[in-house]
């Protein structure tokens, strides 16, 4: 069976950092770009970043320019998203989400194949 299971949420204060983990089984990351999405209770999804396959090609939405990073590890079939000077405003579920692409491209729209279930980030003091 193809899933995504993200890890890594938690509470963290203000300017602090989280490291979240998307990790796929049942299926190889050779033929998916992967995407973060983020929902915070009462707004829309949006999207947050991207990588292709190769992790040649990224993307970040404005609001996490220069705060995230997203990178990929293909022998684990994992993408990492690390997230420095948190804001209260990141606050969210983070999903990961896969969609066939070349290897070098991604989006963070369109219609993805698989969803991850989330992760809670909470970021408060």
């Known amino acids: 069976q193809s899933q995504l299971v993200e890890s890594g949420g938690g509470l963290v204060q203000p300017g602090g950092s989280l490291r979240l983990a998307c990790a796929a089984s049942?299926?190889?990351?050779?033929?998916?770009?992967i995407a973060w999405f983020r929902q915070a209770p009462g707004k829309e999804r949006e999207g947050v970043s991207c990588?292709?396959?190769?992790?040649?090609?990224?993307k970040y939405a404005d609001s996490v320019k220069g705060r995230y990073t997203i990178s990929i590890d293909n022998a684990k079939k994992t993408v990492y998203l690390q997230m420095n000077n948190l804001k209260p405003e990141d606050t969210a579920d983070y999903h990961c989400?896969?969609?066939?692409?070349?290897?070098?491209?991604?989006?963070?729209?369109?219609?993805?194949?698989?969803w991850g279930k989330g992760t809670l980030v909470t970021v408060s003091s």
């Open positions: 049942g299926f190889t990351l050779d033929h998916y770009a």
């Open positions: 989400a896969a969609q066939r692409s070349n290897p070098y491209r991604c989006s963070i729209g369109g219609i993805m194949d698989y």
């Open positions: 990588i292709s396959s190769s992790g040649l090609s990224t």
